[in-house]
């Protein structure tokens, strides 16, 4: 697809507690240059998890288990905290979900932006950092006013563009973000999701887009992964996924899409998410898959196989 | 007084005031909202935004705040000249689920005590096997059986199995009017489409109204009858859902329409959205103008000074002066 930029191996993060909950379970892909990669799936599924994986974010219970994830060819997972110190942020930065809350709500916006530049570039001069701050600013449209302002002052959009601001001001290569127009509007959402959207292509970044929402990657994804209780069950090109998604859960999904154009029966998505404690064996979908092969599906674990150009798919129906 | 009306609202207005007694803003949350609903059971949607003064409605109507001007009519009958058994029938009849699942438990009580409680407080039943079977026919309305959910915990249950606990409890009261506040909003897709089922069984079956709160237009397109489009705390377009989702009128349903991300990575947004320097939280009190103006591609001169009212179109009210 695209030279990789970001490789992750097998990663697992499980929850330690009696009995482990294995929320991101061997989790294999990689995000190129320039791309966004969307990850799909219920709630519960582990996607932001692995998103705090990604960042080595997580905290006790919560812990890496094994695998690699592998940044500009170097293992991320393996380095001292005090080196990817250096590269959170600068290189990975991170919006999170409800990121509206993630603000410090008594230092005024200017004093979080400095923080951010100081830790990563060393003192600067007042002059500088406000001429660094403004530009940050100004790519998400927000004028230089708010910067003498506290986060209670700022509606919940703008917030969300603070956020992303601060997730774009040190121009990194990854930005992370884990629903990041949940709790907005619609027409907030579509505007953030423009901002996002012009990092890729104004600003080069790559970007990690964690939502359940399956129309919002259908507007910005590059390539999709959908995970399910903590396996990622096929990845694949966002068009080649919505015209033909080849595994069970993802046609699911796709059908289950409310959409203003469709009228009558509401979709839904048949059975419960399975239990994180105590996943069903064999493949963890099949007790809600409509195309169940008995002794086959609950006994033996399909593996994730690239069964054409851009789509990888676990599903026995494809191997 | 129209006698075919179960529900209804006239210019109802709530203003908050905020901030020290040096600076006190007034916040205008619901300005002069009228809406009503037939006899008939019908599920009206009140669509908007955050801040868009919706759930303060629904604050209202349930009496946990008191209006600043503007009445609230049920059956025919002013709220707030009710006496005091009007309005412990009022409270009865009107019921309320609400957005959070997860909240609305004592998570040290079984699931019983919810659905007990409402039962002692209104005296509904006289014997135990009474209550019990009034349990049991409420929790199969909204497709619970007794013995999956009874001497539970709430957290041994799942979201949808929560909330259909709480629609079960709203029902055993026979509500004529249930107001479901972003009941679906905190569910995973999968639960959330059970849950509108029953809602839409309840009105179907069991002839309850609803009026169903949400800034989602897709749920609330599919199950309501009316919908009513509010923006800063006015309706901006009022009718049938149907005809406001297909073609709606005002220019802020529009832009809400065509926000809404289509689910085909062939039908991406092309038209670039204007997204303002600055957006104050400041709600300012009274104002000539419309609401909408500051941010509307179709503003006029007219629109800044005096504010459009409800203009009729083929059935649909609308607030705004293209439709003069």
């Known amino acids: 697809m695209y030279a990789d930029l970001l490789e992750v191996n097998n990663l697992s993060a499980y929850y330690m507690v009696q009995p482990p909950i294995k929320a991101v379970d061997g989790v294999t892909l990689s995000l190129g240059e320039n791309e966004i990669l969307g990850i799909a799936g219920e709630s519960g599924c582990g996607k932001s998890t692995f998103a705090l994986a990604l960042l080595r974010l997580l905290r006790p219970p919560g812990n890496i288990n094994g695998g690699d994830i592998i940044f500009n060819g170097v293992s991320i997972l393996k380095m001292p905290e005090n080196d990817f110190r250096k590269i959170r942020w600068k290189h990975i930065s991170y919006i999170p979900q409800s990121s509206m809350n993630a603000l410090n709500p008594v230092m005024r916006i200017q004093e979080q932006f400095t923080e951010i530049i100081n830790f990563h570039e060393g003192r600067k001069s007042k002059k500088e950092l406000k001429i660094r701050i403004e530009e940050a600013l100004a790519k998400v449209n927000l004028a230089p006013d708010i910067l003498n302002m506290y986060p209670h002052e700022l509606s919940g959009g703008m917030k969300q563009r603070v956020i992303i601001a601060m997730a774009m001001l040190l121009n990194p290569e990854i930005i992370i973000a884990d629903e990041p127009t949940t709790a907005l509007d619609v027409v907030m959402q579509r505007k953030i999701l423009q901002l996002l959207l012009d990092a890729k292509q104004v600003y080069g970044s790559s970007m990690i887009i964690i939502t359940h929402d399956m129309a919002v990657h259908a507007q910005i994804s590059d390539k999709i992964a959908v995970m399910y209780a903590g396996k990622v069950v096929c990845i694949g090109e966002t068009g080649m996924l919505f015209d033909k998604p080849l595994h069970p859960y993802a046609q699911i999904l796709i059908s289950a899409i409310p959409s203003i154009k469709k009228t009558g029966e509401l979709p839904s998505i048949p059975g419960l998410p399975p239990d994180p404690r105590n996943p069903p064996s064999g493949c963890r979908f099949h007790p809600r898959c409509p195309s169940f092969i008995k002794n086959k599906c609950d006994v033996e674990e399909p593996s994730l196989i690239e069964v054409k150009k851009n789509m990888l798919v676990a599903c026995h129906l494809y191997g | ?324």
């Not at chain 2, 205008?28 to 669509?47: H, W």
């Not at chain 2, 009107?94 to 659905?115: H, I, T, W």
């Not at chain 2, 959330?192 to 079956?205: D, S």
């Open chain 2, 1 to 324: 007084m129209d006698a075919k009306l179960l529900f209804e609202i006239r210019h109802l207005t709530k203003v908050f005031s905020a901030g020290s007694i040096l600076g006190r803003k007034k916040i205008l949350a619901v300005d002069d909202v009228s809406l009503s609903m037939p006899v008939k059971p019908e599920i009206l949607s009140l669509v908007g935004e955050s801040g868009s003064g919706k759930t303060t409605i629904a604050r209202l109507i349930l009496g946990f705040l008191k209006p600043t001007s503007g009445e609230i009519i049920y059956k025919g009958k002013s709220v707030t000249r009710m006496n005091k058994k009007e309005r412990m029938n009022y409270l009865k009849e009107v019921q309320a689920v609400f957005q959070d699942p997860y909240g609305s438990f004592n998570p040290l009580r079984k699931v019983d005590y919810v659905l007990l409680t409402p039962i002692k407080k209104f005296k509904l039943t006289t014997s135990k096997e009474e209550t019990y079977e009034l349990i049991t026919k409420s929790l199969e309305a909204v497709g619970l059986r007794s013995e999956e959910v009874l001497g539970k915990y709430p957290k041994e249950l799942s979201g949808g199995q929560r909330q259909r606990i709480m629609l079960a409890r709203a029902f055993l009261m026979r509500p004529q009017l249930l107001i479901a506040d972003e009941p679906v909003s905190m569910l995973d897709a999968s639960l959330r489409a059970g849950v509108l089922k029953i809602i839409f069984n309840l009105k179907n079956n069991l002839g309850v109204s609803f009026i169903y709160i949400t800034h989602d237009l897709s749920t609330a397109h599919y199950i309501s009858d009316k919908m009513a489009i509010l923006y800063q705390g006015s309706i901006m377009e009022e009718g049938s859902a149907k005809r406001i989702v297909e073609e709606p009128m005002h220019p802020y349903t529009k832009l809400l329409i065509e926000s809404i991300p289509m689910p085909d990575p062939k039908s991406r947004w092309q038209e670039r959205l204007e997204i303002e320097k600055i957006e104050l939280l400041s709600k300012s009190g009274i104002s000539k103008s419309c609401k909408f103006s500051n941010r509307c591609s179709k503003k006029m001169d007219i629109c800044t000074q005096k504010r459009p009212p409800m203009f009729d179109v083929n059935g649909v009210k609308v607030s705004c002066w293209l439709y003069q």
